[in-house]
């Protein structure tokens, strides 16, 4: 076996300049395989492990040029967006390995109901659903139904796209503000699905278009405020593991979902390579699919990178290489067993209108976390200031969820920022559960 200390080193790229993409900097930094980790656009955190270069990620052929020049080796694709709009098929067309689905496999996360009738195909568990393209008949199939409901925006928006309708009232209105331009041309075809009830969990697995390395389980909190309540957000703070996904839901869950998505799309000619990330409901009837992400989330992705003991890259390569004999296949990753929690400080008024530009004290203080960037810019004396919603992401692990919750907070006060906010609650239902 080739020491991966004495193989050649990597040039790697990481593309995003949110939260998700500072702990995955955080930890392919640590690699022993890297030479030089730079990151585009970056934020005022990801400085501080990579090299932060301005790229436009929807400038396909300035992204290939600069690996050109760089030897990149390997890119990173943190964000959907670039996914959907076909990065990775660009890069590998000129030869460069991209981590990240094709344009038409990231149809999994870019349209909800290009999953909705995979599903259909595979026999694979999840809501029963409708899919429309106009309003009248949307609303006529609302007629067939009862409340609680479900409305959702077909395309991407941002996490936000998801209408819980408690009345059918709701229901006929959350029709109209999608087909109305309320989510932008991602309402341009909607989603309405029943209510599933249960607790949701979030699975990650990495695939190299045939094989699944399952990678870990966490649970967002997606509201605004304590206890669950307020508008949805992009994610106020995840833990992780989430102790509601037992091996036994695990091993049902790649079974049932993650291999048949797997095997319909390598049917389809389109396999699937990348992270994917399973939102799943856990019912009654067992594990449901809520929805497929084609990337870590956010802010999952968190603290998954903290548990992780394992190299990370030899995984990546894996699943991005334009060698099609390269293979998960043996691959293992070794965990942590700590717990890792997540607190996402948000610029006050988030996620409505938000003030930007207000500078961030303390940060050099946090001692029992690790504070990752995600809305943050850095000046040239070297203030870094808030401009995006959600600014920071306190992560911190413990050997119990209180305990890495208590590390976690204990790095929020410690930071100076009155204009930003957090949950106090992140990890609620888990510390409930680990008290019993």
């Not at 530009?357 to 961030?360: D, E, H, K, L, V």
């Given at each position: 076996?080739?020491?991966?200390?004495?193989s050649?080193?990597?040039n790697?790229?990481?593309?995003?300049?949110g939260g998700?993409?500072h702990?995955?900097?955080?930890?392919?930094?640590?690699?022993?395989?890297?030479d030089?980790?730079?990151c585009?656009?970056g934020n005022g955190?990801?400085?501080?492990?990579?090299?932060?270069?301005?790229?436009?990620?929807g400038d396909?052929?300035?992204v290939i040029?600069?690996?050109?020049?760089?030897?990149?080796h390997?890119?990173?694709?943190?964000?959907?967006?670039?996914?959907?709009?076909?990065?990775?098929?660009?890069?590998?067309?000129a030869?460069?390995?991209a981590?990240?689905p094709?344009?038409?496999?990231?149809q999994l996360?870019?349209?909800?109901?290009?999953?909705?009738?995979l599903?259909?195909?595979?026999?694979?568990?999840?809501?029963a659903?409708?899919?429309?393209?106009?309003?009248q008949d949307a609303?006529?199939?609302?007629?067939?139904?009862?409340?609680?409901i479900?409305?959702?925006?077909?395309?991407?928006?941002?996490g936000?796209?998801?209408?819980?309708a408690?009345?059918?009232?709701?229901?006929r209105?959350?029709v109209?503000?999608?087909?109305d331009?309320?989510?932008g041309?991602?309402?341009?075809?909607?989603?309405i699905?029943?209510?599933?009830?249960?607790e949701?969990?979030?699975?990650?697995?990495?695939?190299?278009?045939?094989?699944?390395?399952?990678?870990?389980?966490?649970?967002?909190?997606?509201?605004?405020g304590?206890?669950d309540?307020?508008?949805?957000?992009?994610?106020?703070?995840a833990?992780?593991?989430a102790s509601?996904?037992?091996?036994?839901?695990?091993?049902?869950?790649?079974?049932?979902v993650i291999?048949?998505t797997?095997?319909?799309m390598?049917?389809r000619?389109?396999?699937?390579?990348g992270v994917l990330?399973?939102?799943?409901?856990?019912?009654?009837?067992g594990?449901?699919?809520?929805?497929?992400?084609?990337?870590f989330?956010?802010p999952?992705?968190?603290?998954l990178?903290?548990?992780?003991?394992?190299?990370?890259?030899?995984?990546?390569e894996?699943?991005?290489?334009?060698?099609?004999?390269?293979?998960l296949?043996g691959?293992?990753?070794?965990?942590?067993?700590?717990?890792a929690?997540c607190?996402v400080?948000?610029?006050?008024?988030?996620?409505?209108?938000?003030?930007k530009?207000?500078?961030?004290g303390?940060l050099?203080?946090?001692?029992?976390?690790?504070?990752?960037?995600?809305g943050t810019?850095?000046?040239?004396?070297?203030?870094?200031r808030?401009?995006?919603?959600?600014?920071l992401?306190?992560?911190?692990?413990g050997?119990?969820?209180?305990q890495?919750?208590?590390?976690?907070?204990?790095g929020v006060?410690?930071?100076?920022?009155?204009?930003?906010?957090?949950r106090?609650?992140?990890g609620?239902k888990e510390i409930?559960?680990?008290?019993?």
């Open positions: 076996m080739t020491d991966i200390n004495s050649p080193k990597r790697i790229l990481v593309l995003g300049s998700r993409e702990a995955l900097c955080w930890k392919i930094a640590q690699s022993p395989r890297l030089t980790l730079y585009a656009p955190g990801t400085a501080s492990v990579a090299a932060n270069v301005s790229l436009d990620m396909h052929a300035g040029q600069f690996c050109q020049d760089k030897n990149i390997l890119v990173v694709i943190g964000p959907e967006a670039p996914l959907v709009a076909g990065l990775a098929d660009d890069l590998a067309a030869n460069i390995a981590f990240g094709s344009r038409e496999a990231a996360e870019g349209s909800k109901g290009y999953t909705k009738d599903c259909a195909e595979a026999n694979i568990p999840t809501a659903y409708g899919r429309f393209t106009n309003a609303l006529a199939y609302l007629e067939t139904q009862s409340a609680p479900v409305v959702k925006a077909d395309g991407l928006a941002a936000k796209g998801v209408i819980i408690e009345t059918m009232q709701q229901a209105d959350g109209a503000d999608i087909f331009g309320a989510f041309e991602a309402g341009a075809e909607l989603v699905e029943e209510f599933m009830t249960g949701e969990a979030s699975f990650f697995v990495l695939c190299d278009g045939e094989n699944a390395l399952p990678l870990a389980t966490a649970q967002d909190h997606k509201r605004v304590d206890g309540t307020g508008p949805n957000t992009g994610g106020m703070g833990y992780s593991p509601i996904m037992t091996q036994e839901l695990i091993d049902i869950s790649m079974r049932q291999h048949p797997l095997q319909a390598a049917k000619g389109t396999p699937y390579r990330y399973a939102g799943l409901m856990l019912t009654p009837e594990p449901k699919l809520v929805e497929y992400n084609a990337r989330g956010d999952e992705c968190q603290v990178m903290m548990r992780l003991a394992s190299d990370i890259v030899p995984a990546l894996a699943c991005a290489s334009l060698d099609t004999s390269a293979s296949a691959l293992s990753l070794d965990w942590h067993e700590d717990m929690m607190v400080m948000a610029a006050n008024g988030y996620p409505g209108a938000y003030e530009g207000s500078a961030i303390g050099d203080k946090v001692d029992a976390a690790t504070v990752f960037h995600a810019a850095r000046d040239e004396d070297g203030t870094i808030a401009i995006g919603g959600r600014v992401n306190i992560t911190a692990r050997k119990t969820v209180a890495a919750q208590a590390n976690a907070y204990a006060d410690t930071i100076e920022w009155p204009e930003g906010f957090c106090r609650d992140i609620h409930a559960r680990e008290a019993k």
